[in-house]
């Protein structure tokens, strides 16, 4: 099943979107149904990747801020910052239930890494709700397999990105694709009206993360260095290398405030959050494109991300960091490969460049933090977009490697992936630096 754009791109909060954002909108799900239920304990497990960087990605203040009712598009950041179980006690819903929350890295149920286990009571110990979430990337959140909520069949179903382009050829772009099966969902004006407040809210993130100073929390003693880089940037004199060192330092200041825990919009993660709004400043600002192509932008954006979701994975606890910073710049390339008029086959080629060339990168946050390699690799991610998109720009969109190829091979890969580079902190930087 393909998702909608505004599945892809939806406001949350940091740091990430399978451990924070999921995890909430399961605990508030939970939460609703209880609403009129007379719980006494309320038991949480969660395991595998969930439960190794838990502290680190503010899963447990994520599940009691959604268990009092919060949902990541409209809670206050702060909310869940200062989210805490009291006297083994949380707020379900407007009244207080004890609670116990268990992290299991090893064992539970199989088949994915990313479970979360709701269990409620009542006072005599029967049980009233029993049930299992999992977390698949980008907030994602799956119960038994089926998803929380579910779309209609789009207008154009396409399974393949040849399928893909082979529509936008017939309708003129794959933005007229991504389009039409928007409009299946929601009402025409809607869509643009939406799209545009997604591509203000991914502007007012970089904006916010410009501002910001000091240092991020969880032990790391990272700086934020957005800031002192825009005055660096702000005094150097123009070089052919500005559009590329400006588009680096936004993504930065989008995952620095992701980092933080702030407001940022999922794109197709919260790890991988700046790549995509970086990408699209770069068009408006080097590439002289007005802002009214925002939307066109995150439609076709949203077009190559619903392919490799469905095809392999936007998860790094499932495949790796090539599944959120890799699908995020083949998304950010591809958006941008539109813009600058290319065809459609240029555009899937842009989209093709740009995931091949992170093929096999892990996931290894040092701390299990979302702060290292996480802020700078989205600087990376959005270079990598941008030359792809360049480069696909001069061809005319044939090449070695087609995106159905190039989307298997990321799929292989992080099938074939050790646990330890699949967001379990176990592995790569996150071993060979030493956290104090
Ligand atoms: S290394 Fe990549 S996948 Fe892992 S937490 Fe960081 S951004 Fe996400």
């Not at 545009?196 to 240092?215: K, S």
């Not at 405030?257 to 919260?270: I, L, S």
């Not at 192509?293 to 960091?321: Q, T």
Request: charged content about 20%.
């Amino acid at each position: 099943m393909l998702v909608s754009a505004f599945d892809l791109f939806r406001v949350g909060v940091g740091p990430s979107s399978s451990h924070t954002v999921a995890p909430m909108r399961a605990a508030a799900e939970v939460a609703s149904r209880l609403a009129s239920a007379a719980v006494a304990r309320l038991d949480v497990a969660v395991y595998g990747s969930l439960a190794l960087t838990a502290r680190g990605h503010g899963t447990d203040r994520a599940l009691v801020a959604g268990l009092a009712g919060h949902l990541p598009e409209t809670v206050e950041p702060v909310v869940v910052r200062d989210a805490r179980v009291v006297d083994g006690r949380v707020q379900l819903g407007d009244r207080p239930v004890a609670y116990a929350l268990d992290l299991r890295a090893r064992g539970g149920p199989p088949g994915h890494p990313n479970v979360l286990r709701f269990v409620a009571t009542d006072a005599a110990g029967h049980r009233m709700l029993d049930t299992t979430f999992r977390s698949i990337g980008g907030g994602f959140i799956t119960e038994d397999g089926v998803p929380v909520k579910g779309r209609a069949e789009p207008a154009l179903p396409y399974a393949t990105a040849a399928e893909l382009v082979a529509y936008a050829e017939r309708c003129g772009s794959v933005a007229a694709v991504a389009a039409a099966n928007e409009q299946r969902w929601f009402p025409r004006t809607d869509v643009e009206a939406r799209l545009l407040a997604t591509a203000g809210a991914m502007d007012d993130c970089i904006e916010r993360g410009l501002r910001a100073e000091g240092e991020l929390a969880g032990g790391l003693r990272v700086r934020r260095r957005a800031g002192q880089l825009r005055q660096q940037l702000e005094r150097q004199v123009a070089g052919s290398l500005a559009g590329m060192e400006w588009a680096g330092l936004w993504a930065m200041a989008v995952n620095e405030e992701n980092a933080a825990g702030g407001r940022v919009v999922t794109a197709p993660t919260n790890g991988a959050a700046g790549v995509i709004p970086a990408a699209l400043r770069y068009a408006t600002t080097f590439e002289g494109l007005p802002a009214s192509d925002a939307p066109r932008f995150l439609l076709v954006a949203a077009a190559i991300g619903a392919l490799v979701k469905r095809n392999a994975s936007i998860s790094g606890a499932e495949v790796g960091c090539q599944g959120e910073v890799g699908s995020a710049a083949a998304m950010a390339a591809a958006g941008l490969a539109e813009l600058l008029g290319g065809t459609p086959a240029q555009v899937a080629n842009a989209a093709e460049i740009a995931l091949e060339h992170h093929l096999g990168m892990t996931c290894d946050p040092i701390g299990g933090l979302v702060q290292v390699p996480c802020i700078e690799r989205n600087a990376f991610g959005t270079v990598k977009a941008i030359t792809a998109a360049k480069l696909a720009l001069r061809g005319d969109g044939r090449h070695v490697v087609s995106l159905d190829q190039a989307i298997d091979a990321m799929r292989r890969t992080g099938a074939d992936m050790h646990d330890n580079y699949k967001e379990t902190a176990r592995g790569g930087l996150a071993v060979s630096v030493p956290v104090c």
